[in-house]
């Protein structure tokens, strides 16, 4: 079992920066591909980035250049460094563990956390 708890989140103006950290409790941290994804008002759930046990990064074409994610193992926590936030970033923010191979779809992954929300004011 894996427990996640999200932080970081709140309100800044567009071009600010936030960083948000999700720790983790449970044995399987330092192995798992760890995800965040956001979800907006009225949208689904979309993926954001994804960063793997040894540090292989990926993420969403919307966020490419803005958005940094990486992880300390030995404190089984993720981070996500967002710069030059927009006003289309404002969303609650999720982190979660991938526990099935395939794309970076929310359907493969899961021990969801509570999230955490962020807003941009333009």
């Known amino acids: 079992q894996v427990q996640l708890d999200e932080s970081g989140g709140g309100l800044v103006q567009a071009g600010g920066s936030l960083r948000l950290s999700c720790a983790a409790s449970?044995?399987?941290?330092?192995?798992?591909?760890m995800g965040w994804f956001r979800q907006a008002p009225g949208k689904e759930r979309e993926f954001v980035a994804a960063?793997?046990?040894?540090?292989?990064?990926d993420y969403a074409d919307s966020v490419k250049g803005r958005f940094t994610i990486s992880r300390d193992n030995t404190n089984s926590i993720v981070y996500l460094q967002m710069n030059s936030l927009k006003p289309d970033d404002t969303a609650v923010y999720c982190c979660?563990?991938?526990?099935?191979?395939?794309?970076?779809?929310?359907?493969?992954?899961?021990?969801w956390g509570q999230g955490t929300q962020v807003t941009v004011s333009s």
């Open positions: 979660a563990v991938k526990t099935r191979a395939g794309p970076d779809d929310p359907y493969n992954y899961a021990y």
């Open positions: 449970g044995r399987t941290f330092s192995s798992a591909v």
């Open positions: 960063i793997s046990r040894w540090g292989d990064t």
